[in-house]
């Protein structure tokens, strides 16, 4: 018998929807995950990978490729600054922030929480860069931004980043700009304005 009602014919035809079915889905997936990317973006995801390995000349590199094609990709700013801070070339870095910064003012929606998360990180890490150079004042006041724009993020990672990623739990941005505003008040001859095992437990902030 050749119909439907032949077992043969019906495996080939259940394993043939079956495979039709894998394909379609698969097509769909590609295209939902398109859909809600933008230029640059794998780029971005190449950099990141090369930041975590701490391979920093490859992140600047991938960054670059999305900047060219995504110009003022927030990511790629964002993850080339902090590959420069890992190369403690800060003035490159502090360059890319401050640009970061005035372009995510301009152009930041009210509703955009990623894009705050952004501009929060950014002044955070501006703020690690002067506070590395003795310009505590002014890294204050970049702590400060930070917090005012994006509380959660200042606030450091969450118990599970911390047990996933950290051995000790990192100063949180709130926590150095306490620190910092508590010295500043005091007279010169008292301050202390480095203490290398908190300083040391300071990360850098890519959202």
Known sequence: MMGSDNPRVLRRF???????TFI?????M?????EGQTEGDYEVRQGDIFLSDE????????FDEALKVQPDHRGALSGQAVAYMGLKEYK???SLLTYLIDFLKRTLEDDDKTGRGALSAAYANRGIIKDRQGRYEAALEDYIESIRVDRDLADGPGVVERLLYYEKKPSSVIARANYI?????????ERLMRNPEEDEKQRRYKP
């Not at 379609?24 to 769909?28: A, D, G, P």
């Not at 590609?30 to 398109?34: D, H, P, S, T």
């Open 24 to 28: 379609m889905f698969s097509i769909w």
């Open 92 to 94: 490159e870095a502090d």
């Open 55 to 62: 391979k920093y000349r490859d992140a600047i590199k991938a």
């Open 14 to 20: 259940i394993i043939l929807l079956g495979v039709a």
């Open 181 to 189: 505003y508590k010295q500043l008040k005091l007279p010169k001859s």
């Open 30 to 34: 590609m295209i939902r995950n398109y």
